[in-house]
Each structure stands twice: as structure tokens, then as C-alpha cells.
């Protein structure tokens, strides 16, 4: 059965720190990657996505994330959050779009 | 301009209740979709549309029954509402069901299920 796992369920770190938030996803196609963020309070909205090409994905915000294909993996990253980074971090990949459980992220100002 | 709309945003309401959800999406998309976000926060989808068709249904008690009048409309209604039905359902629209498309998500309606 396709499934996406999130490793980290919840992360804190302090502002200024670097970022790498785990996924990975078992589906045996071609694959489409998305990262999403829910803020606070606020609805889901998309911070990258990949469907093909460089593996490497810029997205808003300063993140990006890499698809690795022989680790199943796309990781997401950001060199240096901010405390405006707080938020819940949903990875998810097609078809049936299947989302992973959720990171929730903490930053210490 | 809100591009997806839920209504309510909140309903507290009584176990054995029946009630609706409405959604609206004004992107001309072709398919839209209800997803359950639980307590832990997981989200899990329920049903998806494409053109007003059912294209998706995961194992969702039957008391749930989604209803799309046209393709920029899909509500969710609910019928004997139970305590374990408590959670924040999110509806969300793409162009089309392929798989690359990004969907677009609603604000969300908060159940809460007395």
C-alpha cells in the first residue's frame, strides 16, 4: 500500500538553527512530492513540489527540498528558520494524495 | 478573493445530530476533495470529485455523504453525528485528479461533536 512516513512528529529548535524535516514515501511509480505548511490558525497552503527534473526544489519562504530516488526520501530544508517558521509540516505524494502524519515544528525565539 | 470557502468555520453541535458542511472553490477547477484532520493533527482524505463524480471514497462510515450539486460545489453532509467525528475537515480543489496538481485548501471547519 502507498504510504508517506514523517519521522520527526515534533521538532524544536532554536531561531537561527538549520532545518531537516523527513520523508519518505513507499509507491513504486513516478512520483509527485509536496511539501505543505499549516501556520497557526490558518489553512494548509503549498510550500514546494516536485514532479520531475532537478531534484532539487526551491520553494517559498527559503525552503527546498531534495528528491532522493534510491532513498525514497524528499527531505525538507531550510539553512536558518525563524520564529515565524512555528507550524505544522505535511508531506504528501500522489496519486490519492496521500499525506504523511505531520511534523510539528517549535522555534525558541 | 477567497479562492476556497468552507462554511461554517465552527459548529458545535450534539452527538445524533445531523449536519452539513458546505464548500465552495471559484478557481474553475475540476475536482475537489474532504479531507478529516483528527486530534494528532493526521490528514486523512475522504472523498474526492472530478466533474461532479465520485472518484475517490476511502473507508468513510456511510453516515458521511458528500454531495457536489456542480463542480465548484462540494459539501459534506453528516448524518448521527458522533463524539468521534470531533475534528477540523478540510475541503481543497485542483484542476484536474492526475496527480500534478496542487490543491488548494480551504480555511477549515472545526466539528466539535458534544
Known amino acids: 500500500a502507498q504510504s508517506v512516513s514523517q519521522h520527526n512528529h515534533h521538532v524544536i529548535l532554536s531561531e537561527a538553527a538549520s532545518l531537516e524535516l523527513g520523508c519518505n514515501y513507499s509507491?513504486?511509480?513516478?512520483?509527485?512530492l509536496f511539501w505543505y505548511v499549516q501556520y497557526p490558525g490558518q489553512h494548509l497552503q503549498l510550500l514546494l513540489k516536485?514532479?520531475?527534473?532537478?531534484?532539487l526544489v526551491k520553494g517559498i519562504k527559503g525552503f527546498e527540498a531534495e528528491f532522493i530516488k534510491s532513498k525514497f526520501s524528499f527531505n525538507l530544508r531550510k539553512p536558518s528558520v525563524q520564529w515565524s517558521d512555528t507550524a505544522e509540516y505535511f508531506c504528501?505524494?500522489?496519486?490519492?494524495?496521500?499525506f504523511g502524519k505531520g511534523t510539528r515544528l517549535h522555534i525558541l525565539p | 478573493d477567497t479562492a476556497v470557502s468552507q462554511t461554517p468555520k465552527y459548529l458545535v453541535t450534539q452527538m445524533g445530530n445531523d449536519k452539513s458542511i458546505k464548500c465552495e472553490q471559484n478557481?474553475?477547477?475540476?475536482?475537489m476533495y474532504w479531507y478529516k484532520q483528527d486530534s494528532k493533527k493526521f490528514l486523512k482524505i475522504m472523498f474526492s470529485y472530478n466533474n461532479k463524480e465520485l472518484i475517490i471514497n476511502e473507508t468513510v462510515p456511510n453516515r458521511f455523504s458528500p454531495k457536489s450539486p456542480d463542480k465548484a460545489h462540494l459539501n459534506l453532509h453528516i448524518n448521527s453525528l458522533e463524539l468521534g467525528d470531533s475534528a477540523v475537515y478540510f475541503c481543497a480543489s485542483s484542476q484536474s485528479h492526475r496527480g500534478q496538481e496542487t490543491q488548494y485548501f480551504g480555511p477549515g471547519t472545526r466539528l466539535l461533536v458534544l
Open positions: 504528501a505524494a500522489d496519486d490519492k494524495i496521500i
Open positions: 478557481l474553475g477547477h475540476d475536482t
Open positions: 509507491y513504486g511509480g513516478t512520483v509527485n
Open positions: 516536485y514532479f520531475s527534473g532537478d531534484p
